[in-house]
């Protein structure tokens, strides 16, 4: 083992709260390393996650319009063809730029990255495992444990890294699947079925509980279902898969007390659970709870003196925005004593379309709490601007304190929600009334007008329905 290298602070994993954490405390002054297994930086999310599935989402959105719908805006295009290689070939230009751009904030702010998997060596100490077996120790007062997530497995789903897997194969087919099942009705399975589904595959979801996108605004989810299912995705709710295994050149998928399906591709899309294997986590005297996270204080704190956890190992939702602020409050703490996360206004966006986008609390969150509200909404329908982009499916929905009028939570389906969101956010960080939102003046025509004319409906004074 080479020299003991020290540090002010190293981070473990170089996902979006490893590298944004490590940018942070470099600003700050902190002598900062990072520690990450995979040749390229930004986790999951931007090499197998958020960002390569947004660019196909992207993609085979273009395709099926230039198919569909570009002739009604007087754009004729003949014989449309999918080149998927080419779709494939900018997905990994995007993740290249990207992981390179990470790669260069490092040198810029002067992060020293340690390729290799990271482990807890006791109070203070890291040790670097390179692939070829070398092993690196380095020191620091403050280590923060951002090693983010990995898939849920299902008991009886039998991987095989192509045709049964999961996101990360789902994101690298090189041929559309003929019939591509998606176990699990969250936003992972809804999102990568839409590309598929948009590519020419036919595409049937399975889902355990009796609807989709489970702990989403119940109203929103009910629409989304109605909507997907116009645009040909099956849905099979309430149904338990027992197992999906190869079968010469088809998939059997099993499901208890009803017919298996047969498939050519299966995307298993069930959950993610905190990455914490190999850790060695109890050389710190740190232990798991009962859902496989670390626990922590309000300050990041881990029960070992000096190591930290953020992101998704820790609690709260498993988003890469939220991994980025946890990472900052935790450093910002570390370095000027204050570091503030408010769970509670972490957006939550699933990109399909139409998009879903919410923040704060839904209805049911609200009547399960026994606090009374006021609800406003409308619909895109009723937008000039919706109406010119064509895509008028869906509403706004704000609720407010019925005696304060503090907007409590917003939940949005409809073009760009995830971009809307973000108003209603920051209305509600800094305490906004739906009455704030009705009168700030919004952008003619602009979708987001829906959300000033939702806020109005919250008093009924709705002006363009």
């Avoid at 931007?46 to 273009?62: D, F, H, I, N, T």
């Avoid at 090693?147 to 991987?159: D, H, I, Q």
Wanted: glycine share 12%.
């Amino acid at each position: 083992m080479s020299e003991l290298q020290t540090f002010d602070v190293i981070f473990i994993g170089g996902g979006p709260a490893g590298y944004t954490g490590a940018i942070r405390a470099a600003q700050l002054g902190q002598k900062v390393a990072c520690v990450e297994v995979e040749p390229r930086l930004g986790g999951t999310c931007l090499r197998v996650g958020c960002v390569p599935s947004k660019a196909l989402l992207e993609s085979s959105e273009k395709f099926l319009e230039t198919k569909n719908t570009l002739k009604k805006h007087g754009v004729l295009a003949e014989n449309v063809t999918l080149d998927l290689a080419t779709m494939q070939k900018r997905k990994e230009t995007i993740v290249t730029q990207l992981t390179g751009g990470i790669a260069g904030l490092f040198k810029k702010n002067k992060v020293t990255r340690f390729l290799g998997l990271g482990r807890l060596d006791g109070p203070g100490r890291v040790v670097v495992t390179a692939n070829d077996g070398t092993e690196t120790a380095i020191a620091a007062q403050h280590i923060i444990v951002a090693t983010g997530s990995v898939v849920t497995p299902l008991k009886g789903v039998e991987l095989d890294d192509n045709r049964i897997g999961t996101s990360t194969e789902a994101l690298a087919w090189q041929a559309v699947p003929e019939h591509l099942v998606v176990i699990g009705g969250g936003v992972i399975g809804l999102e990568l079925g839409s590309v598929w589904l948009r590519l020419g595959a036919k595409v049937t979801v399975l889902e355990y509980m009796d609807r989709i996108l489970a702990g989403t605004d119940a109203e929103v989810a009910t629409l989304a279902q109605k909507l997907f299912k116009r645009q040909g995705v099956d849905f099979k709710l309430g149904v338990r898969v027992t197992g999906a295994r190869l079968d010469g050149d088809q998939v059997v998928v099993d499901i208890a007390d009803a017919e298996s399906i047969r498939c050519s591709h299966v995307l298993l899309a069930v959950g993610r659970k905190p990455n914490t294997q190999g850790l060695a986590l109890e050389s710190c005297g740190i232990t798991t709870d009962t859902r496989g996270q670390i626990p922590v204080d309000g300050h990041f704190r881990t029960s070992a003196a000096g190591v930290y956890a953020v992101g998704d190992v820790i609690h709260g939702p498993m988003l890469a925005h939220k991994a980025e602020e946890d990472a900052v409050a935790c450093v910002e703490q570390i370095v000027n004593g204050y570091g503030h996360v408010d769970y509670n206004l972490v957006p939550g966006v699933v990109y399909t379309e139409p998009e879903i986008a919410t923040v704060g609390k839904s209805e049911e969150d609200l009547k399960k709490a026994e606090i009374s509200y006021r609800k406003g909404s409308f619909p895109f329908a009723a937008n000039a601007r919706a109406i010119a982009l064509g895509h008028t499916d869906g509403f706004v929905k704000i609720l407010a304190d019925a005696q304060t009028d503090r907007v409590l939570g917003c939940a949005i389906i409809g073009p760009r929600a995830g971009d809307l969101i973000a108003e209603v956010a920051a209305a509600m960080a800094f305490g906004a009334s739906s009455e704030d939102i009705a009168r700030t003046c919004h952008a003619h025509p602009s979708l987001a007008e829906v959300v000033k004319e939702a806020a109005l409906a919250v008093d009924g004074r709705a002006v363009n329905i």
